[in-house]
């Protein structure tokens, strides 16, 4: 008997853009198609973050399920999800190690042609095919998988009502005229086809399918408005938040710049006080200048002087030496002569005697 549950997918702890990414409106289908289904074998084709991956494993641990699922992936993007880096896988990886690790999740890094080989026919309860959008490339995915769905099984499509106009629904149109199905519109639309058989497709309907599939639609409606609204919330908050924030900030920075303005006059004062002293001490300098300049003036007229006078020195020294040796010569004349007088007084003492 299918169950409508409110499940709670822990992959958003680490991951809140799941609860916005195009898929999550089939979160909670896809949980309890599992729940229901009890599949042994899901492939998933094209996963990104694992949006429903992630729905899909929620629903396998929850149950208690031994139900292997594989998500097939270059996690390198497309022109429809864009290109990105390592950090997708990465945090795919981290999720199921945190989360699921003991369920049986496999991450087949691979194209889905490559991974072809690793499936026998007849072998997957639920095909899950997401990858690229266009018209040729889910026709190619639809007609290669095939064969490995069984008899009974589900193939799933997302995107069968873009908004983008994509070759997915046109094929939607195509294929949903030639095989039993359900479909959804929300959430870019996501198609149910039973194109091996109509058994579960026809015990579904008698379990009012279609209606419960209402329930999705309008409860996927329902969340995401609450989650715009919630967020607008948060955002009105976070603004407040910010806003307060924002006044603390500019009561801080007012101070701040207060402080900074008492330094900032500090400094203009002890500029104007340095260049007061600056041209005091210039006004000296250049009064040390002048007297220098003076200084050095008498300084030259000094040595001028005394060279002068050393000169003088020099002249009167030699004439000094002149006339001492004058004086001596004239002292020997002298001599001379008192010698000759005392000669002459004594011959004319002994002439009267």
Not at 51 to 64: T, W, Y
Not at 261 to 282: C, F, M, V, Y
Request: charged residues 30%.
């Amino acid at each position: 008997m299918w169950e409508i549950s409110a499940p709670k997918f822990e992959a958003d702890l680490l991951n809140e853009k799941l609860r916005v990414a195009p898929w999550e409106g089939h979160r909670n289908f896809a949980y309890d198609l599992v729940r229901y289904l009890r599949p042994d074998v899901i492939v998933e084709l094209g996963s990104h973050y694992g949006c429903s991956l992630f729905s899909f494993a929620q629903a396998i641990k929850d149950a208690n399920l031994q139900t292997i699922l594989y998500a097939v992936d270059t996690w390198k993007g497309d022109e429809h999800a864009g290109f990105y880096g390592e950090e997708v896988i990465e945090l795919v990886i981290k999720t199921c190690e945190k989360f699921f690790r003991n369920i049986n999740i496999r991450l087949l890094r691979k194209t889905f042609d490559e991974a072809l080989q690793d499936f026998e026919d007849n072998s997957v309860d639920v095909i899950h095919i997401d990858g690229l959008h266009t018209y040729e490339a889910v026709i190619h995915d639809f007609y290669t998988w095939l064969p490995k769905l069984r008899n009974d099984g589900i193939v799933l499509f997302h995107d069968i009502h873009s908004f983008a106009d994509y070759g997915s629904d046109y094929f939607w149109k195509e294929i949903s005229s030639q095989y039993p199905n359900f479909s959804m519109k929300h959430s870019w639309g996501l198609g149910i086809l039973f194109p091996k058989g109509d058994k579960l497709y026809r015990k579904l309907l008698d379990e009012n399918f279609t209606d419960k599939l209402q329930i999705y639609e309008f409860k996927a409606r329902y969340e995401l408005e609450s989650i715009k609204t919630n967020d607008l919330s948060l955002m009105v908050e976070e603004r407040d938040k910010a806003i307060r924030g924002n006044e603390k900030m500019i009561q801080e920075r007012d101070a701040l710049i207060s402080d900074q303005n008492k330094i900032i006059e500090g400094l203009r004062h002890q500029i104007a006080t340095l260049e007061s002293e600056n041209r005091n001490r210039e006004k000296e300098i250049q009064e040390r200048d002048a007297l220098i300049t003076d200084q050095n003036k008498v300084i030259e007229r000094l040595k001028h002087q005394i060279a002068t006078l050393e000169l003088e020195n020099h002249s009167n020294g030699k004439m000094i030496q002149e006339r001492d040796t004058l004086i001596s010569n004239q002292n020997a004349i002298i001599e001379v002569l008192r010698n000759r007088v005392a000669s002459l007084e004594a011959e004319k003492n002994e002439a009267e005697s």
